[in-house]
């Protein structure tokens, strides 16, 4: 029986605020617990919430890049349930009027396959605070400082048919909210964070079985372990005719297994209702788009574009990576005598100098227009590729232009032709039973002559070139 899995993701983005959805108090992950609230955040009688602006923001110019439609109006609406790290007894959210309705999120799986994932909707809530369990003092300590910080769902529809693409979704999702600057993606402070609703069916045209959710997952790897695990026990139970319940369960990471954490409430047992307290938001046609700014192109149009321009399929990835990494390399573009040996040097050269000295991609010294030089003067057979990386080396760290550390790391210029000609001349007749064996068939002693060559011209010989020459040398002699 090939059974079908149904999943559709409930992904919480924290937004880039200064502060809280609804009150003024700071945004900041790792702050002494209850330092950051105030009277509003933690419900207090007759404190009255105020929108933060900057939230809203952030919610439409996301609703903007990933093709949402955008009504006019939208509001807050009260979500209600008891639990000890909700003071209020209800969240503020949005149910009937969101920010934005449909939408797409394109992805790319296992062996390029890409498409798009559709959206149900996205919509503005409000954060709860944090229960810290100590079970081996049997008490629970809460923290409300994450109490009204800002979050954006991102719903889509049950559209996900495996781990994998569920996976390659957040992965997805993670990179556009970075390139828009709404949302820092750090999962392990919690900043992205993402639901799993999944049920199983016997085929594509097979009713669905039981939905069961699963809570809270903020790591690709557990997310997917998850799913696999979950699927299966759908699987296995459809085939045993055994009845799931519909529930709200948790991974626990130690036994590998999901378990049940509450049964799963429906819109109804939240009991929603208009927020009284706030207005609704009316959004005038042509008042955002200063707001909001310009969207920057986000990362598979620019691989696209990168790709038709020569870059390989693997760099082009690489490089869209992050937002800094994809501004740097279109900053060069336009400066390099060729896109896809600049892609080389940044993935290959300038990344494992960053790697190395612990350095992030805003903190690379070595400036576009100075790549775009340094690529100049190989082509044109003024450095060799050891005397680039040296350079790339130190400037990328230290900084400079390429001329001036030329001159302070003494690099000189690369042994003209005529020099390597003479010095494989030379080689040659000292190892006249090497060039024998090698007329005879035996490869192997190129690599020790090219060896020579490198110790003879001190490194200063470009090494293709060098290799065409004795490999003509040896033919001919
Ligand atoms: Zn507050």
Redesign the pocket.
């Known amino acids: 029986m090939t059974m079908e899995c149904v999943i559709g993701l409930e992904v919480h983005a924290q937004l880039k605020t200064q502060h ?1 959805m ?4 700071p945004v900041r992950f790792g702050a002494t617990p209850n330092t ?7 419900g207090h009688p007759g404190a009255l919430p105020r929108l933060n602006r900057e939230a809203f923001v952030l919610a439409w110019r996301t609703g903007l890049a990933l093709n949402c439609e955008l009504p006019p109006h939208s509001r807050f609406a009260r979500k209600h349930y008891m639990y000890p790290d909700l003071p209020k007894g209800y969240q503020i959210s949005q149910h009937k009027h969101p920010v934005g309705w449909g939408g797409q999120v394109e992805i790319e799986t296992s062996g390029g396959h890409r498409r798009f994932i559709a959206l149900e909707r996205i919509h503005l809530e409000e954060d709860a605070g944090q229960l810290i369990h100590e079970p081996e003092e049997g008490i629970s300590n809460i923290d409300y400082n994450r ?2 910080v800002p979050l954006l769902e991102i719903v889509t529809k049950p559209v996900l048919r495996s781990a994998e693409e569920a996976v390659a979704f957040l992965r997805s999702l993670r990179d556009i909210l970075r390139f828009l600057d709404v949302c820092d993606g750090n999962m392990q402070e919690g900043s992205l964070r993402c639901d799993v609703n999944l049920s199983v069916r016997k085929g594509p045209d097979e009713p669905l079985g039981v939905r069961t959710e699963i809570k809270n997952m903020n790591s690709f790897r557990l997310m997917g372990d998850a799913i696999r695990y979950e699927a299966q026990r759908h699987g296995k139970a459809l085939e045993e005719g055994l009845l799931l319940e519909p529930e709200t369960r948790l991974w626990d990471v130690e036994r590998q297994v999901t378990r049940v954490m509450r049964k799963k409430e429906t819109a109804q047992d939240y009991r929603y209702m208009p927020e009284p307290d706030l207005p609704p938001i009316v959004v005038e046609e042509g008042s955002w788009e200063a707001a909001v700014g310009a969207l920057p192109e986000l990362p598979f149009a620019r691989r696209d574009r990168w790709t038709e321009l020569g870059v390989s399929s693997h760099d082009a990835k690489t490089l869209a990576g992050s937002k800094a990494l994809a501004d740097y390399f279109d900053a060069c573009l336009p400066l390099v005598p060729s896109a896809k040996a600049a892609s080389h040097w940044i993935v290959r050269d300038v990344l494992r100098v960053l790697h190395n000295e612990g350095l992030t991609v805003e903190e690379c010294k070595l400036l576009p227009a100075e790549l775009a030089a340094l690529l100049s003067l190989l082509e044109g057979g003024e450095v060799v590729r050891g005397q680039a990386q040296e350079l790339v080396q130190f400037i990328a760290v230290n900084g400079g232009t390429i001329e001036d550390t030329r001159q302070l790391l003494g690099i000189e210029e690369p042994v003209g032709q005529d020099a390597i000609a003479d010095a494989i001349a030379s080689l040659l007749a000292e190892h006249d039973e090497l060039v024998q064996r090698f007329r005879s068939g035996d490869s192997k002693v190129f690599g020790f002559l090219m060896g020579q060559l490198r110790e003879a011209t001190q490194g200063k010989a470009a090494m293709q070139q060098a290799s065409k020459l004795l490999r003509e040398a040896l033919r001919s002699k």
């Open positions: 809280k609804f009150c003024v108090c950051l609230i105030c009277p509003v955040c933690m109490c009204g």
